[in-house]
């Protein structure tokens, strides 16, 4: 399966999944794309000898015609799952339909709570004991697609989201890159009778 990757920064999940996955059980990441030009994720894709490429919101006329070229770009690659590792825009509603049930997004917060910008804290202002990761797919809403796993971690005394991030990143680091290793494996199914619900076992011949 060919894996395109967005992200706006740091991209430790990207690495994640360019250690684990990429090049393994026919997975191959073979585009990173960002809405920033400095961001670490690129450099990090280079460096993994992988086609990167920023898509800046100044070079294009709006949002819209950066998200299509984007698809575009991701398309002529070939790729056939996009993964949001850290990719803080929402999408264009015609990226979404040009990869229809094939784009994932890696969340630090037990989805339905706390979805968009700053989730952790969020968690932290609610103050909650409970914190964890949502690996789901990407619909129009924010961060209110179906989900695919979630992992919980219990947290009772934090107070400083640093703490909480660093608590919360190697389950992303193991989420995330697993996601993409069991959708590629066709072990990612919608189920027939209820579209909300993912289902995540032996070979179901792949979502959607
Ligand atoms: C992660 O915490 C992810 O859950 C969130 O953005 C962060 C990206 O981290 N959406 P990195 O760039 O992958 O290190």
Known sequence: MKVGVLASGEGSNLQAILDTVHGREGVEVVAVGSDKPEARALERARGAGVAA??????????????????????????VELVVLAGYMQLLDPGFLARFPQRVINVHPALLPAFPGLEAVEQALAYGVK???????????????????????????DATDPRAVRDALRPIEHALLPEAVRLIAAGAVAFDPEHPRRVRVGPLYGGAG
């Open 130 to 156: 409970l914190f964890g990761v949502t690996v789901h797919f990407v619909d129009e809403g924010v961060d209110s697609g179906p989900i695919i796993s979630q992992r919980a971690v219990e947290l009772p």
């Open 53 to 78: 490429r920023a898509f800046a919101r100044a070079e294009f006329e709006d949002r819209r015609a950066r998200d299509l070229a984007m698809a575009g770009w991701l398309g002529a690659a070939g």
